[in-house]
Each structure stands twice: as C-alpha cells, then as structure tokens.
C-alpha cells in the first residue's frame, strides 16, 4: 500500500478526476475540449450519471482477512486482470497527435482492453499493432452501407481484435449544444475519418481517391455514418459475417436487454454514451439493477457512464455489472501526457478500486453483491 503514496511523487498528471479535468480545459483548445467534455442538451443526464452514484452507498464490513486480493475477472474464455476497459472514444488525435495508438500503448502496458471506435483517426489495424498480445475489441458504427458495416467487422477480425461491441445509441449524432455554437465536428476533416479511408469497401464507393478529392470523402462519411433504419432483425447479418462475440453498448431498458439474449447476443453493455445522446434519459448506474435482472445471469452485462473512481467500480459490480469502462478520465489522461497520462489514468483508477474494496471487507470482484450496498 506505501507504494502507492511513494509512486505518487512521480505523478504527472492530476490524481483527482475534477483537477485532470481542469487541467485539459487549460491545455486543450475550446473546440476539442468541450468535444470531450460536453454532452447533450442541458447535460442533465451528464450530470446524473455521477450524482446517482452517490444514492448508492457502501456498507464495509469488517473482520474480513483482506490481506491479498484478486482483481481479476474471465470475459469470453479468457482472465482480464481487472474489471476496467477503456470504453470507444472516436477522434483521439484531437487531443493528442498519438491518438488511439497512445491509448492502444497505455492499455497494452497496463494488460488492460482497449475498445478501438469505428470512428478513430487511425486504422483498426494499427491501433491493433500497438495492442500485442493484450485483448482489444473493435466498436462498431454501423453503416447505412451495410458493406462498409461488414468489411469493418471483417477487417477487425482478420486484425486480431478479440470482440465486437456494436453502439446502439448513436444512429445520428444528438443536440450538443457546445459543439453548435463552436461549429465543430471533428469528423470533417481527414484525420476524423482516419479508419474509414483505410476500408476498402469505404474507399470503392469515391470515384476518386481520398487523397485526390477529400471533400467528396468528408461527403460520402456524413451520408453513411449512422444507420436509423436498424431493426433487432438487422443483427443477423453482422452475426453471420464474424465468429467473435458480439456486444450491443447503449441498452437502457430492460426490455432491450431480454431482446438482447432472445437474439442471441454475447453481452451488453449498459450506457447513456455519457450522457451525450438523449439528455434526460436514466443514469446508466440506475438502469443498471433492472438489466441485470432481467438478463438474470444469460450473458455478462458491463456498464459506462460516469465511472471516476474506485468506489464507483465498487458499486457497479455490487449491483451486477462485470465489468466498467471508462471514457472521459483516460481522455483527459491522453490530453495531458500522451501514453503515460493514459497509463497514471489507469493505474491510480486500479489501486483506488484495489484499496477501496479491501477496505469494504472483500478480497475478490466475486465477493461483490448488494448485501454491501444501501440506496439512499
Ligand atoms: C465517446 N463515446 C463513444 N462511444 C462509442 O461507442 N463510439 C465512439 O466513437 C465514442 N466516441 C466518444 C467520444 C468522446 C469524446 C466521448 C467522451 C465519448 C462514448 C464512450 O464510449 C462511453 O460510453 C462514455 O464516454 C462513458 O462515459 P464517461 O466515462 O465519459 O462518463
């Protein structure tokens, strides 16, 4: 435990999740900084998502033995070392010219996943060459081209990648107030679409190449980005071009979450994406109970939204989930020092969540359930 408190003189970055944030706001251009820190509308549901957290609180029990513990968990056949993923987050380069492949560092150092977004500045193949040997998923944007939705699936598989997740809650982008009055969108411009003119199946739709007519590109990414049209139906076509398993991020309901096992997927992944798409909508800590038994045990459910620190962790598997992501804090991480503010993001997010739970009276991640929880 000492450790801890000597490795903290070598701190970088802040420890605390509101001084890492203030500290990007500093560095960070207004565009790019309020692209990762905003969210939707009156950033209601934004702010829930850390405020239900605090009705949620945590009962310790004494007496325990918690002298050695194990952190670790098994996801799909294979021992994650932690229940932590970093969560798809689209456009890295915004905040650091490294983007993804610093992350992809930080993570592979850490043995913790890395969830690379369709929306990345670099290849799905690159960021896996970044990744070796630890697990990394590929998020999916699907397509109004379902071609170009299966040559990413296909392509990710053939790169290593070891799961799907496909987001659900991003058909089109939401109201997000900051980045209207900044007129900004970092996907119209060539590093915003970094992944899609590395497809071959994207690229085949331009009568020119990208490099020669970029416009036409930027053009061709804002017609087919998001899919309204998708229906619970529509998965049997992802499911048939993969082996892997296959992850629906943003479920809310209950009832979407039984859809979920009926079709035969291989775990969700409750979220509100933030709170960037519908502001106003449930905390995802919040929705998570209901999900959890609903699912009643079928597939894993994993959450996001609102994670800062260890006790949060605490709480989401207390209350079912097997695993969280994280989104914005390695984000501020990656503003602030590249692959090593990602890599102190997560190592002091671990020794929090390590601390905390011995201190709760628990040794493992399996001893948690809702016994060590009372709402308030
Ligand atoms: C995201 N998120 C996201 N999700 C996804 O499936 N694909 C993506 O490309 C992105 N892009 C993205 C960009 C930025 C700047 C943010 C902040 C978020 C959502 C992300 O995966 C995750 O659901 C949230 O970030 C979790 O909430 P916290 O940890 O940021 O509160």
Known sequence: QFKVYQQY???IIPVSYEELEAKAKEKLENKPYYYVAASAGAEITAKQNNKAFEKWQIVPRMLCDTSSRDLSIELFGKKLAYPVLLAPVGVQSIVHPEGELATARAAAAMDVPFIASTASTYSLEKIAGEMGQAPHWYQLYWSKDREIAASMVKRAEAAGYDAIVITLDTPMMAWREKDIENAYLPFLDAQGIGNYLEDPV???????????????AIMLWARVFGNPTLTWEDLEFIKAQTSLPILLKGILHPEDARLAVEHGVDGIIVSNHGGRQVDGAISAIDALPDIVDAVNGEIPVLMDSGIRRGSDIIKALALGAKAVLVGRPYMYGLALAGQDGVKQVLRNLIADFDLTLALSGKRSVTELNRDLLKRV
């Not at 994207?202 to 416009?215: A, I, M, N, T, V």
């Open 9 to 11: 003189e070598k701190n």
């Open 202 to 216: 994207f690229c085949s739709r331009l009568d020119k190449s990208p490099q020669e007519d970029l416009q036409a």
